[in-house]
């Protein structure tokens, strides 16, 4: 299992230097098993910066629409515990508060890999930070 971090969508979604990798990866997970997890937090996080950057409703309304049908992708609600304990690694890890709940869901599902680009994560040595397309070698081996 893996935690796909927001920057992942994010990157694709306003066509950023990896979109293709991205878009690999995503497309992947369209129909795979489930293997990946995002964070309503995320999604919420995703959605706001697509209507700020972007300022392109329509745009957030299509990526959610999208997520519900990816076969290989849950979303994980945070309880009010997973987010203290979230505050917890942000404090410990000198991360923002998007991160450390990131990594305290991830302790919680007993997640090891987030697909991210963000390389604060290299920072919590329980966790380890892979790119999109090293994710999709990982899921594609049997």
Request: glycine share 2%; aromatic share 8%.
């Amino acid at each position: 299992m893996l935690f796909i971090d927001a920057n992942i969508f994010l990157e694709l979604l306003l066509n950023q230097a990896a979109a293709s990798d991205c878009q690999r990866l995503l497309s992947f997970l369209e129909t795979a098993l489930p293997c990946g997890v995002i964070s309503s937090f995320h999604v919420f996080s995703i959605v706001l910066v697509i209507q700020h950057k972007a300022k392109n409703i329509q745009l957030s309304k299509r990526f959610l629409e999208s997520l519900q049908s990816y076969s290989g992708i849950s979303v994980y609600h945070a309880d009010v515990a997973t987010m203290a304990a979230a505050v917890d690694v942000q404090l410990q890890y000198h991360l923002d508060f998007d991160d450390g709940l990131a990594v305290a869901a991830m302790q919680e599902m007993n997640i090891v890999k987030i697909v991210s680009f963000d390389a604060h994560f290299d920072r919590v040595t329980s966790i380890q930070r892979i790119s999109p397309s090293v994710a999709l070698k990982e899921l594609r081996q049997p």
